[in-house]
C-alpha cells in the first residue's frame, strides 16, 4: 500500500512546481525511496494510481497524519471500530509512526521516536536470550527488538483493529514477513496468560496501556502470572510510563515495584531510560 506523509507530499508538490517529469519520495513513510512521475497535474504512482497533485495539499498541511492512496484518492489513515467504539489512526513522526486509539498514543513520541523508545524498552532486559513473552503488540516494535536476538517472541494482541493497523504500517512489515521470530496471537493476555506452561519464558516485556484503560494488566493476579510463566533467573521489564513525582500517590513505578515485589520478583530496578521497571526471578 502506499502511505503519504509530509515530506513526500512537500517534495512532490515542489517537482510539479518546478515542472520536473520525476521526483524521487518515500512511498512507505521514510522506509525506501522510488520514483513517481509528474504528468501536467497529476502525479502517477509505481503502481500505476494517479493522483492530482492538487489532493496533496492536505497531506502537506497535516504533518502529524499518515494518508494511503486508495483507489486514486488521498486517504488519512484512521477509522472507527462499531465494535469498540474506538478511532484507530497512524500518526507520522520523525521517524516510526505511531498508533493512536481514540487519541491516546501507544508508543512515547515526545523527545523520543518510537523506535528509540522500543529499543530502550529491549535494552531494559538485555542480553535477551531465549523464548520471550510480550504481553501487548500495539505495532510490534518492541517485539521487533527483542527478536533480534531472541530465539521467538510470542505477542498477544487483544484487539484486531491493532493488528490491521501494524499490517499496513511498513515499519511492522518485518513481524508478518516469512521467518519471522514473532508470533502474533489475537486475545487478552489476562486470560491467555493462564494457559501458558509455568518457567517456559526467559524474558517478559510488558508494555500495557495506561493504568486507567488496562487496570487488569497492573494487578497482583497478574503479576502472578508473569512470574509463573518465567523461568527461574527470567528477566521482566514493566514499562510504567512517565514515572512523574515521587509523591505516594502518582509514584506508580514504586507502586509496580512494591507489588512486584510481593509477588516474588527479586533485583527490582527503575529504568528510567526506559520509564519502567526491571526485575528478576529468584
Ligand atoms: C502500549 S501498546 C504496546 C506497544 C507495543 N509494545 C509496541 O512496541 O508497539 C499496548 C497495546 O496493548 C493492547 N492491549 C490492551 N489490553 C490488552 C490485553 N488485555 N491483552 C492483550 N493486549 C492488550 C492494546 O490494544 C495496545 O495495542
Redesign the pocket.
Known amino acids: 500500500m502506499i502511505l503519504l506523509s509530509r515530506p513526500a507530499a512537500s517534495r512532490i508538490r515542489e517537482a510539479a512546481a518546478a515542472g520536473a517529469g520525476t521526483a524521487r519520495v518515500s512511498l512507505d513513510l521514510g522506509r525506501t525511496e522510488a520514483e513517481v512521475v509528474l504528468e501536467g497535474e497529476a502525479v502517477a504512482f509505481p503502481d500505476g494510481q494517479r493522483v492530482a497533485v492538487g489532493e496533496l495539499a492536505d497531506v502537506e498541511a497535516n504533518p502529524e497524519s499518515v494518508y494511503a492512496v486508495l483507489e486514486g484518492a488521498v486517504e488519512k489513515v484512521t477509522w472507527f471500530s462499531e465494535e469498540t467504539g474506538r478511532v484507530y489512526t497512524l500518526r507520522a513522526t520523525r521517524g516510526w509512526p505511531?498508533?493512536e486509539?481514540s487519541g491516546i498514543?501507544?508508543?512515547r513520541i515526545k523527545g523520543v521516536d518510537?523506535r528509540e523508545?522500543?529499543a530502550a524498552?529491549a535494552a531494559a532486559v538485555s542480553p535477551v536470550r531465549g523464548r520471550v513473552l510480550?504481553?501487548?503488540?500495539?505495532?510490534?516494535?518492541?517485539?521487533?527488538?527483542t527478536a533480534r536476538d531472541a530465539e521467538s517472541v510470542l505477542?498477544?494482541?487483544?484487539?484486531p483493529?491493532?493488528i490491521d493497523m501494524?499490517r499496513l504500517n511498513p515499519y511492522?512489515a518485518p513481524v508478518f514477513e516469512a521467518g519471522s521470530k514473532i508470533e502474533v496471537r489475537q486475545?487478552?493476555?489476562?486470560?491467555?496468560i493462564q494457559r501458558l506452561p509455568g518457567a517456559s519464558f526467559d524474558v517478559v516485556?510488558h508494555?500495557?496501556?495506561?493504568l486507567a484503560?488496562?487496570g487488569?494488566?497492573y494487578a497482583t493476579a497478574f503479576y502472578e502470572q508473569l512470574h509463573r510463566v518465567l523461568k527461574p533467573r527470567g528477566r521482566l521489564f514493566h514499562?510504567t510510563g512517565d514515572p512523574g513525582s515521587r509523591n505516594r500517590k502518582q509514584d506508580l513505578p514504586g507502586r509496580v515495584a512494591q507489588r512486584l515485589g510481593e509477588v516474588g520478583f527479586a533485583s527490582i530496578r527503575r529504568e528510567p531510560a526506559a520509564l519502567g521497571v526491571s526485575a528478576r526471578k529468584p
Do not use: R, W
Open positions: 505511531a498508533l486509539i498514543l501507544m508508543q518510537p523508545d522500543a524498552k510480550e504481553t501487548c503488540f500495539g505495532l510490534g516494535y518492541s517485539a521487533l527488538h505477542v498477544f494482541e487483544i484487539d483493529n491493532v501494524a511492522s486475545g487478552d493476555v489476562a486470560e491467555e516485556v508494555d500495557p496501556p495506561t484503560i488496562a487488569e494488566l514499562y
